[in-house]
T-cell receptor, first 113, second 114 residues
Framework: GNSVTQMEGPVTLSEEAFLTINCTYT??????LFWYVQYPGEGLQLLLK?????DKGSNKGFEATYRKETTSFHLEKGSVQVSDSAVYFC????????????FGQGTRLTINP | DGGITQSPKYLFRKEGQNVTLSCEQN?????MYWYRQDPGQGLRLIYY???????QKGDIAEGYSVSREKKESFPLTVTSAQKNPTAFYLC?????????????FGPGTRLTVL
C-alpha cells in the first residue's frame, strides 16, 4: 500500500539556520504531495503542495520539489524563525477510492532564538 | 468567513458512555473525513463521506459511527465499543472529486476518557 516516511524528530535549530526535513514516499501512480503544519493544540494547515513530477511547491519561505526519481518531497527553508516552531507532516493523497491522505509520523521542529 | 468548525474543543468521557463530536463546514465541499491523531504519530482515517447520505469505513472504524444527513455536517460518535478512545480527533473536507485536491482541516477535538 501507499506510505510516507519522514525524518525522525525532534529537530532543534537556532534562528536563521537552514532547515531540511526529509520525506520519501511509496505509492501507486503519481499522487499529489503535501506538507501540512500543526501548531500546538490546533488542527493542520496546508503549507504547500505539488501535483506532478518536478513541481515545486512554495509558501512562507518554505519549498519542496516533487522528485519522481527518488520518490521524495523534502521540505526546505533558508532561514528559520522562532515562529516556525511546530510539527510538520508530509502526506500524499490517494487518487482512487477514499482519496484519503496518507501521513508520515510528523517531525517536531523547535527554533531557539 | 468559510471554514470548518469542530465542537467541543475538549471532551471528557466516562467508561461505557457514547459521545458525539460535531463537524460543520460552510465551504460547500462534497467530501468529508474523520482522522484520529495519537501522540507522536501521523493521522489515521476513521470514516469518510464523498456524498450526502453515503459514508464508508476507513482504516480504523471499529468502535465509531457517523452520519451524513446534510452536506455541511458530518458528526462522529465514539461508542463504548472503542477500547482506547483517548486521542485528538480531526475533521477535514475536500472540494470536488479529484484526488489531487488538498483537504482542509478543522481545529480538532481532544477526547479524554476518565
Amino acid at each position: 500500500g501507499n506510505s510516507v516516511t519522514q525524518m525522525e524528530g525532534p529537530v532543534t535549530l537556532s534562528e536563521e539556520a537552514f532547515l531540511t526535513i526529509n520525506c520519501t514516499y511509496t505509492a501507486t501512480g503519481y499522487p499529489s504531495l503535501f506538507w501540512y503544519v500543526q501548531y500546538p493544540g490546533e488542527g493542520l494547515q496546508l503549507l504547500l503542495k505539488a501535483t506532478k513530477a518536478d513541481d515545486k511547491g512554495s509558501n512562507k519561505g518554505f519549498e519542496a520539489t516533487y522528485r519522481k526519481e527518488t520518490t521524495s518531497f523534502h521540505l526546505e527553508k533558508g532561514s528559520v524563525q522562532v515562529s516556525d516552531s511546530a510539527v510538520y507532516f508530509c502526506a500524499l493523497s490517494e487518487l482512487q477510492g477514499a482519496q484519503k491522505l496518507v501521513f508520515g509520523q510528523g517531525t517536531r521542529l523547535t527554533i531557539n532564538p | 468567513d468559510g471554514g470548518i468548525t469542530q465542537s467541543p474543543k475538549y471532551l471528557f468521557r466516562k467508561e461505557g458512555q457514547n459521545v458525539t463530536l460535531s463537524c460543520e463546514q460552510n465551504l460547500n465541499h462534497d467530501a468529508m473525513y474523520w482522522y484520529r491523531q495519537d501522540p507522536g504519530q501521523g493521522l489515521r482515517l476513521i470514516y469518510y463521506s464523498q456524498i450526502v447520505n453515503d459514508f464508508q469505513k476507513g482504516d480504523i472504524a471499529e468502535g465509531y459511527s457517523v452520519s451524513r444527513e446534510k452536506k455541511e455536517s458530518f458528526p462522529l460518535t465514539v461508542t463504548s465499543a472503542q477500547k482506547n478512545p483517548t486521542a485528538f480527533y480531526l475533521c477535514a473536507s475536500k472540494p470536488g472529486t479529484s484526488g489531487y485536491n488538498e483537504q482542509f482541516f478543522g481545529p480538532g477535538t481532544r477526547l479524554t476518557v476518565l
